[in-house]
């Protein structure tokens, strides 16, 4: 059972409050009353205000006279006679005015650099674009990409956008397993990898994972694996089946016409985890999502021509599509890419990057922070951290500590600090500061943007109003880079988001609270993913792993508070035959490497305990708030009598906790 958000008392007091600095506020692109203009207009008329949006800021090949098409709510379909081409909205809108600007400034974990300016990643796209058409890659096929954090990764998501492909982005931290179910789900015709990225002083063997993901007869739609050429490791080439990146490209020109696609034509599927069931692919369409990247991009990171923007995500998650691969682009920016670990060679090295290349804004996620502030502020004082402007947070709550030494040690008190809410399913940040228009307080993502109508409801679905009161976080009216649904499962899309409240609202799985100013402060997840070092893990799928092993019979897990991760992957584990006593230590390292080989070292547990049983109900359900309580060493408030083994709490407890 999740925890009812009206039962949450929130704990947290914050009286401190930032103003946008007076030097911020006299450049900014929106100050107050632009915003307030900007609100007013959209909750006057909120299809007219996303409609002159999307005007202003795309580029149609054919306009669409349909704004919202409601018909098959809360299947929404949004710009849907219009026609146009995400990649040629990024690039080639910029060639005559910033053709020689650079677009990407990439920098590999061994110290490599390359400038690219916005004409050579048209003609790289294009290029690879004509590659993929040579391939028999047409619009609609799905594209698997497994890439390391290098330039090519987005040239390979522009190039699919360019002829209608629809692309999927797998985090290279993941392994095999997690990779084939993916390419399965999506029925993916290409895999594009490489012969291994740089990361943490190591090489990541991609290639090998992909060899392994496809293996027998697992993912039998794949015909092709393209190989980019990183590491420069050997790596074995299937014979017509594997393809060499360069040699690819070499034939093909460096022009290619986009292929217009309809508004609502998928741009992407991007996999996330959800608390029951294998990972939803999240489907996003191509006009409205690049109308909410691009739109926010402008209005949350204040962009400039001159700036130099870094989001250290990677582009296997939607923070790396939308402020990565697709916002910034779209607004004509010069971007960051770093491949490898903040910590190689040494914990300086993001503040270096900065330092080398003028980031003037800089977008990360507190887990990075809390690791970097763990070390001290010596670090950071030994670089020239002047040029930047702007500070941003994504992926999970920022607590107020981290806020404080986020905007004292990086931002020197200067830099207005953006907490940004938004999901994967969301497409966009939804709730964050205009940074020269909206006071900010340590561990508030502040105000929900113009067009966003944001709200707190009860268990019933009626508004929570009473400040500080608790509730679920939901959206009452579409908007336009709003997920479309979930690849071939709509009746998941439907349950998942939708049911809840009868279709009335967008469910985003999150509690909240709102001040006294109105302010929204994020609560944790109602169900039970984890979010480990801002990752969204479902506790089945780490189950799954574990059942897989063959000493398992059962295993449930759960999140348990950490410094730096945020939470850690506790498991209860069930084997078959006796529990394992005396020194576990083998066994249980022994399943910690079987995770991690299986999913990724994200979702390695950091604890196993071993029972006989796990607590379950009369009806046969695990009970999750429970687990939770004992792995966290909180009092069971819990009411214990319903379950059919009530003796088993004590064993849960550990032995180092019984007495
Ligand atoms: C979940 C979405 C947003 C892109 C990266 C993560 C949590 C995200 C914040 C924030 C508090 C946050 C929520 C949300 N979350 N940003 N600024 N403050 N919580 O995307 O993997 O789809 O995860 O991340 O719980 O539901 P995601």
Redesign the pocket.
């Known amino acids: 059972m999740p925890v009812k958000p009206d039962n949450i008392e929130s704990a947290l007091q914050e009286a401190r409050s930032f103003p946008p600095p007076e030097g911020f506020v006299a450049h900014t692109r929106l100050d107050s009353a632009a915003l307030e203009a900007l609100r007013r207009e959209a909750s006057a008329d909120h299809l007219g205000f996303w409609a002159r949006m999307a005007w202003e800021q795309l580029q149609w090949q054919r306009p669409f006279t349909v704004v919202l098409d409601e018909a098959d709510a809360p299947n929404y379909r949004w710009f849907t006679d219009g026609q146009l081409n995400v990649s040629h909205n990024c690039l080639d809108v910029h060639l005559a005015q910033r053709g020689d600007k650079v677009a990407i400034l990439f920098e590999g974990e061994p110290g490599d650099v390359r400038r690219i300016t916005y004409r050579e990643l048209h003609a790289e796209v294009c290029r690879f674009a004509n590659a993929l058409v040579a391939l028999g890659v047409t619009a609609g096929d799905r594209v698997v990409i497994y890439l390391p954090m290098v330039p090519e990764a987005v040239v390979a998501m522009h190039a699919c956008a360019r002829i209608g492909a629809v692309h999927s982005v797998v985090f290279g931290g993941f392994a095999h397993h997690s990779l084939r179910e993916r390419i399965e789900d999506a029925g993916a015709k290409v895999v594009i990898t490489a012969d291994g990225g740089h990361r943490g002083g190591s090489v990541v063997e991609l290639k090998a994972a992909v060899d392994k993901a496809i293996d027998g007869d697992a993912c039998p739609s794949v015909q092709r694996v393209v190989v980019l050429r990183r590491s420069g490791r050997a790596v074995p080439m299937v014979p017509e089946r594997d393809l060499w990146w360069h040699e690819l490209t070499a034939a093909h020109s460096a022009e290619c016409a986009p292929v217009w696609v309809d508004a609502e034509h998928p741009l992407f599927l991007l996999y996330?985890s959800g608390s029951t069931g294998k990972p939803k692919g999240i489907q996003h369409a191509s006009a409205g999502y690049l109308l909410g990247a691009k739109l926010t991009s402008q209005w949350v990171f204040d962009l400039r021509d001159d700036d130099v923007f870094w989001c250290t995500?990677d582009v296997g998650?939607?923070?790396g599509h939308s402020y990565v691969a697709y916002g910034p682009l779209s607004a004509g920016a010069t971007i960051v890419m770093y491949e490898g670990a903040p910590t190689i060679p040494d914990a300086g090295r993001f503040w270096k990057i900065c330092q080398t290349h003028g980031v003037t804004i800089f977008y990360t996620a507190p887990t990075a922070l809390r690791a970097l502030m763990k070390l001290g502020d010596e670090i950071p004082a030994r670089y020239d951290l002047s040029k930047i402007r702007l500070l941003g947070?994504?992926?999970?709550?920022?607590n107020p500590e981290a806020w404080m030494w986020y905007h004292r040690v990086i931002g020197q008190q200067r830099c207005p600090i953006v907490?940004?809410?938004?999901?994967?399913?969301?497409g966009a940040i939804m709730i964050?500061p205009l940074p020269g228009a909206v006071a900010t307080k340590p561990g508030s993502?502040t105000l929900p943007l113009p067009g966003i109508d944001a709200a707190i409801v009860n268990d019933n679905g009626d508004e929570v109003t009473a400040p500080d009161a608790g509730g679920y976080l939901v959206i009452r009216k579409p908007w336009p880079s709003m997920l479309r649904t979930i690849w071939r499962n709509n009746d998941r899309y439907l349950a998942a988001y939708w049911e809840k409240f009868q279709n009335r609202f967008y469910v985003?799985?999150?509690s909240a609270h709102r001040d006294r100013d109105g302010y929204y402060w994020?609560m944790?997840?109602i169900d039970d993913v984890l979010?480990v070092s801002?990752?969204?893990l479902g506790t089945m799928e780490i189950e799954s792993a574990l059942v897989a092993h063959p000493r398992v019979a059962e295993a449930a897990v759960v999140g348990r508070q950490h410094d730096i991760k945020g939470e850690s992957v506790f498991a209860y584990v069930v084997c078959k035959g006796a529990r394992p006593t005396g020194d576990t230590s083998a066994l249980v390292q022994e399943l910690r490497d079987w995770v991690a080989e299986q999913l990724g070292p994200i979702a390695r547990p950091d604890d196993i305990r071993f029972t006989d049983n796990l607590p379950k109900t009369r009806s046969g359900k695990i009970m999750r708030r429970l687990l939770r309580a004992v792995a966290r060493g909180e009092p069971i408030t819990q009411d214990v009598s319903t379950l059919e083994n009530p003796a088993i709490v004590e064993q849960l407890r550990g032995p180092d906790t019984q007495s």
């Open positions: 996330t995500a998650w939607v923070t947070s994504v992926g999970e709550p920022i907490d940004t809410w938004w999901q994967t399913e969301t964050a993502c985003a799985g999150d994020i944790g997840r979010k801002g990752h969204r």
